[in-house]
């Protein structure tokens, strides 16, 4: 924990005064490319009144953030899925403590060339299939999947084994956490995965929805067949009324305790929290309700410590229902 002077330097300038004083200084981040184009847009409209403080991001994956993070070599990860048990406890044994803050929701798309004209939808039967560590070297054409599809080669490209993009999409649909066949194009960096899919007819990818957001004159996105049975395609109604699953996800910052100490990093989270919601809308995500960053403002002010994930997904559970949780505990 952190001392109790540390913590009420930060409560009384963590949403007041810190906003009229003039900072420097530079913070780091790394993590996640799905977070990154939150995190990127709150950067960039911070620097235009905070010129003096040098916000650097790098992606690496969540694997990869996380492995920074919790050496206490960064003061921010960006993370597309909760924080590890093994990645809780190799903090504690660097002595690095964390607030986890959830900023958003993400509706995980899978994604064709838009010369695709018979993949309309998927079931995530379908989905295992193509993506399943018995699928290497057995299923390699479309019609192996569906005899209705052709008879073309496969072309898989998707996130490397660092993303938390990967472990969420190979546990949502192949049953566990980063199996997967492995003879796919992989990249930590999205952009690839879209310029390999625009490029290829019988190309398959996935990845986060503000990327498709982005692309989508040259990308097409496949409906996903949820558990009522009804093929749903990704947007952000989608995402906020439930009924796209179960590829949708929260989104996380973690910041190390430690860091907010310094004024630069506490005006930073201010100003995340304060846009994040604005800024993930803009960016393709789906911001969470007013009143969770309202509650995840008292988790920062407070220095909350640890994860209300507990170290893994909680699928089907909400961000709100895990603060409510956490408040009346």
Do not use: H
Not at 79 to 95: F, L, Q, T
Not at 182 to 191: P, Q, V, W
């Amino acid at each position: 924990m952190l001392s109790m002077l540390k913590k009420a330097a930060f409560a009384a300038v963590a949403f007041g005064s810190i906003a009229t004083v003039a900072i420097a200084g530079e913070i780091k981040i790394a993590g996640s490319s799905t977070v990154y184009p939150i995190t990127e847009a709150v950067a960039e409209e911070f620097r235009k009144e905070n010129a003096d403080v040098k916000v650097s991001i790098a992606v690496t994956g969540t694997g990869g953030g996380m492995k920074q993070f919790v050496k206490g070599e960064i003061d921010i990860c960006n993370a597309s899925r909760p924080i590890k048990e093994s990645e809780i406890k190799a903090a504690a044994d660097a002595g690095v403590k964390f607030v986890e803050i959830p900023v958003a929701y993400d509706a995980l798309t899978v994604v064709v060339n838009q010369s695709n004209d018979f993949l309309k939808e998927a079931t995530v039967a379908d989905l295992k299939k193509i993506w399943s560590k018995d699928a290497q070297g057995a299923i390699t054409k479309w019609n192996q999947v569906n005899p209705a599809w052709p008879d073309a080669p496969i072309k898989l490209y998707g996130p490397g084994m660092d993303s938390g993009t990967f472990e969420y999409f190979t546990e949502a649909v192949n049953g566990k956490a980063k199996e997967s066949r492995g003879d796919f194009t992989a990249s930590e960096d999205d952009n690839v995965l879209v310029q390999g899919v625009s490029s290829d007819k019988f190309a398959l990818g996935y990845f986060g929805l503000a990327y498709y957001v982005e692309n989508k004159d040259k990308l097409r996105a496949v409906a996903i067949v949820n558990k009522a049975g009804k093929a749903v395609l990704p947007s952000v109604e989608a995402t906020k009324d439930g009924s796209y699953n179960p590829l949708s996800r929260p989104l996380f910052i973690y910041v190390k305790a430690d860091s907010l100490a310094k004024p630069e990093v506490q005006k930073f989270i201010k100003f995340y929290l304060e846009t994040g919601a604005d800024l993930s809308k803009q960016v393709g995500y789906v911001p969470l309700p007013d009143d969770a960053y309202d509650k995840l403002k008292g988790r920062v002010t407070e220095i909350k410590t640890g994860s209300i994930f507990e170290g893994k997904e909680q699928i089907g559970v909400t961000v709100e229902e895990l603060l409510t949780k956490e408040l009346k505990n």
